[in-house]
T-cell receptor, first 112, second 111 residues
Framework: DAGVIQSPRHEVTEMGQEVTLRCKPI?????LFWYRQTMMRGLELLIY????????DSGMPEDRFSAKMPNASFSTLKIQPSEPRDSAVYFC??????????FGPGTRLTVT | KQEVTQIPAALSVPEGENLVLNCSFT??????LQWFRQDPGKGLTSLLL?????REQTSGRLNASLDKSSGRSTLYIAASQPGDSATYLC??????????FGTGTKLQVIP
C-alpha cells in the first residue's frame, strides 16, 4: 500500500481565499483523522471519522473549517475564508479499529 | 479530559548512550499508547504501539513500557546514534477514545 496520501503538499494562498486539503487513507482502514501542527500549539486533533461518519469535531477551531468524507477512500478539509492564523501543517492519518495510526506527509499551508 | 505530558522538552546526549523518554497521562483508562518519531519537516512515523493489556513492546533498539496504574509510559533507546535525532511524541487513547498527543521530546544525539 502507498500509505496515506495527501494533496497538495504545499499550498500558498491569500487571505480570504478558499482552501481545500485532500486525503486518501490506507485501504481498509475505518478511521480517519485530521490534525493541525504549529510551533505554538503542537499537534491538535481537528476531527475524526469512523466508517465515513464524523465522530468528534470538537477540535475544529471555527465555522470556517469543515471536513467531509464522502466515501472510504477520500476526505477533504476545507477552510473558507482562510486567514493568516490558519498557516500550519495539516496532517491526515488513518487507522484500523482506532489502533495504530499512520500519518500522511502533511500539507504545509501558508496564508498571506 | 485526557492530558499527556512529555518531559523533558529537549534532550541532548552523546552517541552510544542509552536513554529514556518519558510520557505521562492523566486518564489511566486508555485503550493503547503509541510512540511516534517526527523528523524536521516530515510527518509522524509510528514506532511502537502498546495495547492496554500489554506491559511493553520492543523493536530493535527501542523498548516501550506502559504502566497504566501510574499513568506513565517510557521509551528506551539503546546505544543511541546520530540518526536517532528527531522529535519523539507519545499518544494515549484509541479504541472508543479520542487519541491525545503529548508535546514531544526533541532528541539530539551528538556524534
Amino acid at each position: 500500500d502507498a500509505g496515506v496520501i495527501q494533496s497538495p503538499r504545499h499550498e500558498v494562498t491569500e487571505m480570504g481565499q478558499e482552501v481545500t486539503l485532500r486525503c486518501k487513507p490506507i485501504s481498509g482502514h475505518d478511521y480517519l483523522f485530521w490534525y493541525r501542527q504549529t510551533m505554538m500549539r503542537g499537534l491538535e486533533l481537528l476531527i475524526y471519522f469512523n466508517n465515513n461518519v464524523p465522530i468528534d469535531d470538537s477540535g475544529m477551531p471555527e465555522d470556517r473549517f469543515s471536513a467531509k468524507m464522502p466515501n472510504a477512500s477520500f476526505s477533504t478539509l476545507k477552510i473558507q475564508p482562510s486567514e493568516p492564523r490558519d498557516s500550519a501543517v495539516y496532517f491526515c492519518a488513518s487507522s484500523l479499529a482506532n489502533l495504530e495510526q499512520y500519518f500522511g506527509p502533511g500539507t504545509r499551508l501558508t496564508v498571506t | 479530559k485526557q492530558e499527556v505530558t512529555q518531559i523533558p522538552a529537549a534532550l541532548s546526549v552523546p552517541e552510544g548512550e542509552n536513554l529514556v523518554l518519558n510520557c505521562s497521562f492523566t486518564d489511566s483508562a486508555i485503550y493503547n499508547l503509541q510512540w511516534f518519531r517526527q523528523d524536521p519537516g516530515k510527518g509522524l512515523t509510528s514506532l511502537l504501539l502498546i495495547q492496554s493489556s500489554q506491559r511493553e513492546q520492543t523493536s530493535g533498539r527501542l523498548n516501550a513500557s506502559l504502566d497504566k496504574s501510574s499513568g506513565r509510559s517510557t521509551l528506551y533507546i539503546a546505544a543511541s546514534q546520530p540518526g536517532d535525532s528527531a522529535t519523539y511524541l507519545c499518544a494515549a487513547g484509541g479504541g472508543y477514545q479520542k487519541v491525545t498527543f503529548g508535546t514531544g521530546t526533541k532528541l539530539q544525539v551528538i556524534p
